[in-house]
């Protein structure tokens, strides 16, 4: 089932998300409906905040479906090592038309679990270390417009509440 991406403004976004407890049939339904979601948006990452559930899980699949070996749930992620930085074109589904330049890690360690609570550690590289930094910053309340220049954060707020009065959010 395709959930409904939330966008800036909704408050869940700003939220650290809670830490995931119970590992049952309801979750492993709602990461299903995430890799449904991401896929259709389209993306390569989705947090459980931006569907507007506060808990501590997202999926990534760089590859857009082709590797199943690199499709990911991790639960409760905790970023252990990053190292190497990169700036790169970025953008998120919560922030639809908006691209930024963003400096990330070239390499990360997240540990978590995965969707049967079994311990579970990532060891990427490129566009999945980016995306995992990404994901990982929304589960902390964060979104990207964190990570640019306040001048480019304030322009690219106000085009968001412009679009917001006329409807077009």
């Known amino acids: 089932m395709l959930l ?3 966008k800036y403004g909704n408050s869940v976004l700003t939220q650290p998300a809670e830490e ?10 709602l990461v299903k409906d995430m890799f449904e979601t991401m896929y259709a948006a389209p993306g390569v990452g989705l947090a459980a905040t931006q569907v507007g559930i506060c808990k501590r899980i997202f999926v990534m699949d760089c590859t857009s479906g082709k590797d199943p070996d690199r499709k ?3 639960i409760n992620p905790v ?12 953008g998120c589904l919560s922030v639809p038309g908006y691209f930024f330049d963003i400096e990330r890690p070239t390499h990360a360690i997240v540990k978590g679990q995965d969707v049967k609570g079994e311990p579970l550690v990532l060891d990427v590289t490129g566009l999945e270390a980016r995306c995992v930094c990404h994901e990982t910053d929304h589960l902390n309340g964060k979104l990207l417009l964190t990570r640019v220049s306040p001048l480019k954060r304030d322009l690219a707020i106000r085009k968001i509440k412009k679009q917001m009065k006329s409807g077009e959010w």
């Open 72 to 74: 990911f749930t991790v």
């Open 20 to 29: 995931v407890t119970v590992y049952d049939a309801e979750l492993r339904d």
């Open 79 to 90: 970023i252990e090592v990053t190292d190497g930085e990169e700036v790169d074109r970025e």
């Open 4 to 6: 409904e991406i939330v």
